[in-house]
């Protein structure tokens, strides 16, 4: 059966296919993070841009690859009997799988670590950054970040180019990072 005719539900689709960017806000002044993109604008003044993570849906290729994993793990678990609780079900450890799963890259700075599944694992997975990964696991599951945007009504989305992040800017002379 098709879907043609979808009435208030008509441009109401998620995104699966285009990761959304979570902007990387400071706990302390609840603005964004900026870091320094390593290039220099026409001025030779550093160019600076907000920090960010990308994150494909939990409805995507990459989160349902995750379920069927997770659910065959779950029915072997039956099957042998150890349908119990134990220490293979740690929420913390299951968030940092689902963050690494579905992270498809990041902006901390120039200098800092380049994204990669071991480097999310490390990071998501440090209790030093449990505030992070809180809210990395809060804004994959808003499903209000992955819905299609209407072409009519919306600003472009944003470049998901790591060498050239969205919202880079000049440095003021008396800004320090």
């Known amino acids: 059966m098709s879907l043609k005719k979808l009435g208030a539900l008509a441009g109401k689709t998620l995104d699966v296919t285009t990761p959304a960017r979570m902007t990387l806000i400071d706990v302390e002044t609840e603005r964004p993070m900026m870091a320094e993109t390593g290039e220099l604008d026409a001025n030779q003044k550093p160019v ?24 065959s793990a779950a029915f072997r678990k039956m099957r042998s009997g150890r ?8 929420p913390i450890d299951l968030q940092v799988e689902t963050l690494c799963a579905l ?8 200098d800092a670590d380049s994204f990669s599944k071991e480097a999310a694992a490390t990071l998501f997975g440090d209790p030093e950054f449990a505030w992070l990964r809180k809210k990395a ?5 808003a499903e209000i970040n992955f819905i299609k ?4 009504s919306s600003a472009p989305s944003p470049s998901t180019n790591s060498s050239s992040p969205a919202g880079a800017q000049t440095v003021p002379a008396s800004a320090s990072t």
């Open 48 to 71: 600076i841009a907000e920090c960010y993570i990308d994150f494909m849906s939990p409805d995507s290729e990459a989160g349902r690859k995750l379920d069927r994993i997770r659910t």
């Open 83 to 90: 349908n119990r609780i134990d220490d293979d079900d740690d």
């Open 103 to 110: 992270a498809t890259g990041w902006f901390f700075g120039h």
């Open 137 to 141: 696991y809060t804004f994959v599951y």
């Open 149 to 152: 945007r209407s072409s009519k």
